[in-house]
């Protein structure tokens, strides 16, 4: 493997990785606060097919990437209310909307444009573009610095930056901030958090939100940057993909990072290598398609025993009186 394929290879990781860091870092501020959330593929799901829409009806991918957080945001105050005002079971409410995304956005699609669930093609200012950053044509042709900063680095849309940006912002909220501490806290102990004055009820719709928001910015992604609209079932597992590095990120904003890059790195392997030629045995493309749900498995299976999730997750909280 030269460089320049290298190069090639991390860049497609890195626009493959940027739904499921999204998606992870929407699962962490859910899950820090208590609210185990399973929806994450809907979300993204639903998120994704009104982005696409929006996007091709007014030929803006600013309304679309809107109408998309909006669409995410629909979906988690239903699980806001299931799971925090009803006290219902976050996992039942969480798999209730996987299934409303999924028939929901074929059958909208079907009714709008008849293509069998699939929206038109998008073009022009209907989607996201590259952006180059100053100076990469300039030092493109400098050895090493060149190919890392005009090719990998340089020529991604928006929302990757944005992304990569959330990463540090996120720890920087968690972990310094007030609003972080109550947040932490409401996921590990909501009593406390209640007999301290804070509303916890409060605090843990604040998370919900912020998670639809972070998974509309995933699912407009998907279909107004790194594809050109939206297709039936596109988000294809990545809500439960994000889930499982969450999980082996241990609910932290920098390990979900390198988690995330993993499950991308996979992904550009195998889409780059259909039939990986090890010299003594050749992998076959079925199994590099599936490497990243295999390794979703092994990672849910080996870690999920010694990853400590936060202890109030899950339960839904009674005002003592």
Not at 23 to 35: D, H, I, P, T
Not at 75 to 87: C, D, K, V, W
Not at 111 to 125: A, D, E, K, M, N
Not at 206 to 217: T, Y
């Amino acid at each position: 493997m030269d460089f320049t394929t290298l190069i090639t290879i991390l860049d497609s990781a890195v626009r493959l990785m940027t739904p499921l860091l999204l998606a992870c870092l929407a699962g962490l501020y859910s899950e820090r606060a208590g609210v185990f959330d399973i929806g994450l593929e809907g979300k993204m799901l639903m998120a994704a097919f009104a982005a696409a829409s929006v996007a091709f009806l007014t030929g803006s991918a600013w309304l679309g990437l809107v109408a998309g957080i909006a669409g995410s945001l629909a979906l988690s105050l239903i699980h806001g209310l299931a799971a925090i005002t009803f006290r219902g079971n976050q996992l039942i409410s969480g798999v209730a909307i996987n299934f409303l995304a999924a028939g929901l956005t074929m059958l909208l699609g079907q009714r709008i444009f008849q293509l069998g669930g699939r929206t038109p093609s998008l073009s022009g200012p209907a989607r996201f573009g590259e952006i180059t950053l100053p100076l990469a044509d300039t030092l493109r042709e400098v050895p090493v610095i060149g190919p890392i900063y005009a090719g990998l680095i340089s020529g991604h849309s928006l929302l990757v930056y944005l992304a990569f940006a959330l990463v540090p912002l996120t720890w920087w909220l968690l972990f310094r901030t007030r609003f972080g501490l109550r947040l932490r806290a409401v996921g590990e102990n909501p009593a406390s958090v209640d007999t301290a004055g804070i509303s916890v009820t409060r605090i843990r719709y604040a998370a919900v939100l912020i998670c639809g928001v972070l998974c509309g910015l995933a699912g407009a992604y998907l279909s107004t940057s790194i594809a050109a609209g939206f297709v039936q079932d596109m988000t294809a597992g990545r809500g439960y993909i994000a889930l499982a590095a969450l999980i082996f990120a241990k609910w932290r904003p920098w390990p979900a990072l390198f988690a995330t890059f993993l499950f991308g790195l996979l992904e550009a392997v195998a889409n780059r290598y259909p039939d990986l030629d090890l010299g003594v045995i050749t992998v076959s493309s079925i199994f590099m398609q599936a490497m990243p749900y295999i390794l979703t498995v092994i990672i849910l299976a080996g870690f999920v025993g010694r990853a400590i999730p936060p202890r109030a997750g899950g339960e839904p909280y009674v005002k003592e009186r």
